[in-house]
T-cell receptor
Framework: AQSVTQPDIHITVSEGASLELRCNYS??????LFWYVQSPGQGLQLLLKYFSGDTLVQGIKGFEAEFKRSQSSFNLRKPSVHWSDAAEYFC??????????FGAGTILRVKS | GAVVSQHPSRVICKSGTSVKIECRSL??????MFWYRQFPKQSLMLMATSNEGSKATYEQGVEKDKFLINHASLTLSTLTVTSAHPEDSSFYICSARDLALASETQYFGPGTRLLVL
């Protein structure tokens, strides 16, 4: 069965610093990969997705992610973090045509 | 585009009562909607897949008689928590896939926080 691992429960970065959130997945075939962001008490907003093609994917709010098949990873990056980026980030893998399997999430704190 | 709404955003009810939560796709049609449950400080767990015009598919361990799902139109799915108990208190989130795009992308609603007293 597919699974998603986000090894970092919490990450704290300074405003203006770069960010990388890690995501590893387990899936037998080429997966559909997603990053979502959730602010407290809110639903999920799609940041970016990878289905096929260019392995470096650009998303909204200046985020990007790179699919690395050899490492089964889909890490999320941002070159310069803003205080408004503080939220919880979920990596998800889509498989079996419908279902999304989510990682446990990474809480991002931004210090000024 | 791709906006999903949920109603109500918050609900408090007494133990033993039933609560209905609506999920609507506002600017697209969705043959498939999904219902998730999220406990505090935890990830989302898929409860069921809702298909327009047919019975929902429930994940293992989810009681279908307790969590009734109806998907009567291409823009509306409802989740009814029957005979709610305090342990049903949670954050319920729905998502929908855009039929026209035939995409794997799911668009999420803002969630409904249920508190059962």
């Amino acid at each position: 069965a597919q699974s998603v691992t986000q090894p970092d429960i919490h990450i704290t970065v300074s405003e203006g610093a770069s960010l990388e959130l890690r995501c590893n997945y387990s899936y037998g075939a080429t997966p559909y990969l997603f990053w979502y962001v959730q602010s407290p008490g809110q639903g999920l907003q799609l940041l970016l997705k990878y289905f096929s093609g260019d392995t470096l994917v650009q998303g909204i709010k200046g985020f990007e992610a790179e699919f690395k098949r050899s490492q089964s990873s889909f890490n999320l990056r941002k070159p310069s973090v803003h205080w408004s980026d503080a939220a919880e980030y979920f990596c998800a893998v889509g498989a079996n045509g419908n279902k999304l399997v989510f990682g446990a999430g990474t809480i991002l704190r931004v210090k000024s | 585009g791709a906006v999903v709404s949920q109603h109500p955003s918050r609900v408090i009810c007494k133990s033993g009562t039933s609560v209905k939560i609506e999920c609507r796709s506002l600017d697209f049609q969705a043959t498939t909607m999904f219902w998730y449950r999220q406990f505090p400080k935890q990830s989302l767990m898929l409860m069921a897949t809702s298909n327009e015009g047919s019975k929902a598919t429930y994940e293992q361990g989810v009681e279908k008689d307790k969590f009734l799902i109806n998907h009567a139109s291409l823009t509306l799915s409802t989740l009814t928590v029957t005979s709610a108990h305090p342990e049903d208190s949670s954050f319920y989130i729905c998502s929908a896939r855009d039929l026209a795009l035939a995409s794997e992308t799911q668009y999420f609603g803002p969630g409904t926080r249920l508190l059962v007293l």
